[in-house]
């Protein structure tokens, strides 16, 4: 079976985790091609497997639980509308909401010390997904202290406001 893998594509694995497409790559040793791909859920880690592989059959006998013919399997928009009739209204967090509009990174450090031990790991991973900056493993305090390092870095190299 062939496979067009592009940038941007979300597959589901077969235990039911997405993700997305980065890039395609070359294996400088051997030249083969290299899938890089992102985890859809915190922390947003960014994988790469042989292309081979990512687009293997699954065999019955070492998989017999798979629900899916291939170990990543390509996720594909329904042609209908949603009925959003049905839809549960979200609350954004006004912080995260606070941090996101601000306007400067110094903004952004300035909302970090307000919401300074009211910030969920949900929202974490949010304000770390929105500076393109993998969140890692740890604490409240890591994470806090990760992001305003990063932020800091990003107006001393970048100046203070975004460009």
């Known amino acids: 079976m062939e496979h067009e893998l592009k940038k941007g594509d979300v597959y589901t694995h077969f235990k039911g985790k997405r993700y997305e497409i980065v890039t395609l790559a070359k294996n400088s040793e051997d030249g083969s091609m290299m899938v890089v791909y992102k985890a859809l859920y915190p922390p947003y880690e960014v994988f790469v497997r042989p292309q081979w592989s990512f687009v293997e059959e699954l065999s019955p006998e070492d998989y017999p639980y798979a629900t899916q013919k291939h170990r990543f399997e390509k996720e594909t928009i329904s042609a209908t509308a ?19 509009s601000a306007d400067s990174y110094d903004g952004k450090i300035e909302v970090l010390k307000e919401l300074e031990g009211h910030i969920s790991e949900e929202t974490f ?10 969140m890692q493993p740890g604490s409240a305090a890591d994470h806090f202290k ?15 406001d975004f460009r």
């Open 82 to 100: 949603p009925d959003l009739s049905q839809t549960i209204p979200i609350e954004i967090d006004p912080g995260l909401q606070k941090f996101i």
């Open 125 to 134: 991973a949010i304000m770390f997904l929105s500076l393109d900056f993998p």
């Open 146 to 160: 990760a992001l305003v390092k990063r932020l800091e870095t990003m107006s001393e190299f970048d100046g203070k």
